[in-house]
């Protein structure tokens, strides 16, 4: 990992290897945190933020799901993530702010712990390995469901939920693959362990509804975005294993993620095993507002 000098703590910027909380924080113990993975960019006009106001939106979701009530305004949170980025002086980097339940008492019930917040920011590569925005990954089913419905809520980004993630990723490396692909309770496609995906078959783009246990993405809706307004057909629809197999093309896409292809799914290969014309198209509207700086929707902030 990548140390950066300053970590934001509950309102002040502290050194790096100050950033420490106490072994009996409420969150350790019962997965109490919500947090947000967030892209800052070096676009040829400066250093810009993807969807920030977007990642604060979810981050305040996360919270009202879980009733943690976070002690900033979302324009406090703002200034406090820019103002980190800016500490650092990173000309690109992830984000991650976190807000937790701290110490007060233990015990499943949290009311008497405190919320805390914090924000790190570190430089991060791609985030599946090397080259593979162009050669694409190879990924397997998982033999993990996702969350059920009415169990731990998808549409919070919290901490707990990536224990899922975890057993889904560790078993997908331990065989050699990059990354699970998660069905949902039903047996339907959902999600990766840390990204949406998409299937494509005769030109037309799928992918899961927001309803089927995954985290609603902000690459998934730019990818949506972009695919309607350069022509293509996209339906967000259930999606039955087997359309991974006979799929043209297959991308994943998560702010770490970006835009990564699939190149075989449980060893059937995808398309012709590297990188399809669709996915060529969007990586590339993609990458070009990030790149650029050239932003026609207004999902940048600039710093
Ligand atoms: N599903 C999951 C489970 C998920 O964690 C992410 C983001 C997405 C979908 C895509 O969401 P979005 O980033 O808004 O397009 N995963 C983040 C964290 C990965 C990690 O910590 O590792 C990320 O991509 O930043």
């Excluded at 879980?66 to 984000?95: D, F, G, M, W």
């Excluded at 712990?113 to 791609?126: K, P």
């Excluded at 949406?196 to 902000?218: C, D, E, K």
């Excluded at 970006?258 to 509207?285: A, C, F, M």
Aim: include cysteine; charged fraction near 20%; proline fraction near 4%.
């Amino acid at each position: 990992m990548n140390k950066s000098e300053k970590i934001w703590m509950n309102g002040e910027l502290i050194n790096w290897s100050d950033a420490k909380i106490h072994i009996l924080s409420h969150a350790i113990h019962y997965g109490s945190s919500i947090f947000e993975g967030i892209r800052c960019y070096e676009t040829a006009k400066g250093s810009a933020v993807l969807f920030l106001d977007e990642h604060i939106k979810r981050l305040r979701d996360s919270s009202k799901i879980y009733r943690i009530e976070i002690p900033y305004s979302e324009q406090e949170l703002r200034e406090a993530i820019i103002a980190t980025i800016k500490v650092n002086a990173h000309k690109s980097c992830y984000v991650r702010p976190i807000v937790y339940r701290g110490q007060g008492a233990l015990g499943v019930n949290p009311a008497r712990a405190s919320i805390e917040v914090a924000i790190a920011t570190w430089e991060w590569g791609t985030y599946l390995g090397e080259d593979v925005l162009e050669n694409g990954v190879d990924v397997r089913v998982s033999s993990w469901n996702r969350l059920s419905p009415n169990t731990l809520p998808s549409w919070a980004k919290a901490g707990g939920n990536y224990l899922n993630s975890q057993l889904i990723k560790m078993e997908a490396l331990m065989d050699d693959y990059a990354e699970g692909l998660a069905l949902d309770h039903n047996g339907y496609v959902s999600e990766g362990s840390g990204e949406n995906i998409f299937v494509i078959r005769n030109g037309v783009i799928y992918t899961p509804m927001t309803a089927q246990s995954i985290l609603p993405g902000f690459t998934r809706y730019a990818v949506i975005h972009i695919a309607r307004e350069l022509g293509y057909e996209v339906h967000e629809t259930l999606i039955p294993r087997e359309a991974l197999y006979v799929a043209d093309e297959v991308f994943l896409t998560g702010t770490a993620a970006e835009i990564t292809p699939v190149r075989s799914i449980d060893k059937y290969p995808v398309g012709n095993e590297k990188r399809g014309p669709i996915t060529e198209v969007l990586q590339h509207h993609y990458l070009k507002i990030v790149q650029t700086g050239e932003d026609p929707y207004n999902w940048l902030t600039f710093i």
